[in-house]
């Protein structure tokens, strides 16, 4: 039997929930910018600290919406995060499933998906709902599918040009600036990959203001 890589996965976890964390700030000030105008105010609530895989797949962060100035919870609002360790390399990359099960974007029960590229100097925090972004990639990039990723093989995914993926995408979602500081101990200067050349196909639809 194969010997599980316990270190890789330490480690990957350890960089979720420093994403996770990092982006916190970042959401309640994004919707607060609009809620406020609404007279109500998000607050983050909880990470899912779950132990159970299934139950993992749903969320990572939850959000209260509160009337402005009370304490009492109007609705709750989930995020599901993902952050790419890559530097500057002109790709992104939307797991599907790994083992033949769905993953990522496809799995969450989330209310907004969040892909975050750290590394990347601007244009690198994407806000989008779920069913939206899956519209775009399954219609738009489906020959863009592989079994390209990681874990021995078993991930399939789209990867796809950034700048061409960037035009369409703010067409269904929001795309904006976010910088925070990595810690060194990631050690993330291994992470580089050469630009690929992907597919691209026609327009898909108007413009959906994910915060509606």
């Not at 609009?34 to 779950?50: D, P």
Request: net charge neutral.
């Amino acid at each position: 039997m194969k010997k599980k890589n316990t270190n890789k996965f330490d480690s990957d976890l350890k960089w979720g929930q420093f994403i996770e964390w990092e982006t916190i700030p970042f959401i309640e000030k994004t919707f607060n910018e609009v809620l406020i105008k609404r007279g109500e105010k998000m607050r983050f609530i909880q990470e899912n600290i779950s132990t159970k895989k299934n139950e993992l797949k749903k969320w990572d962060l939850k959000f209260g919406i509160y009337k402005d100035g009370s304490p009492f919870l109007e609705r709750e609002i989930y995020f599901e995060i993902k952050g790419d360790k890559f530097d500057e390399t002109g790709n992104l990359f939307f797991e599907k499933s790994c083992s033949k099960k769905d993953s990522g974007v496809f799995a969450t029960e989330a209310n907004f998906f969040v892909y975050f590229l750290p590394r990347y100097k601007s244009k690198n925090f994407y806000l989008v709902k779920p069913k939206d972004l899956i519209e775009l990639l399954t219609t738009k990039y489906a020959s863009c599918l592989s079994y390209d990723g990681g874990d021995g093989g078993r991930v399939l995914s789209y990867l796809v040009t950034k700048s061409d993926f960037d035009e369409d995408f703010v067409k269904v979602g929001k795309l904006l600036d976010c910088s925070i500081t990595i810690p060194d101990y990631f050690g993330l200067e291994k992470f580089k990959e050469k630009s690929k050349t992907t597919y691209q196909s026609d327009f898909l639809k108007c413009y959906e203001n994910p915060l509606d």
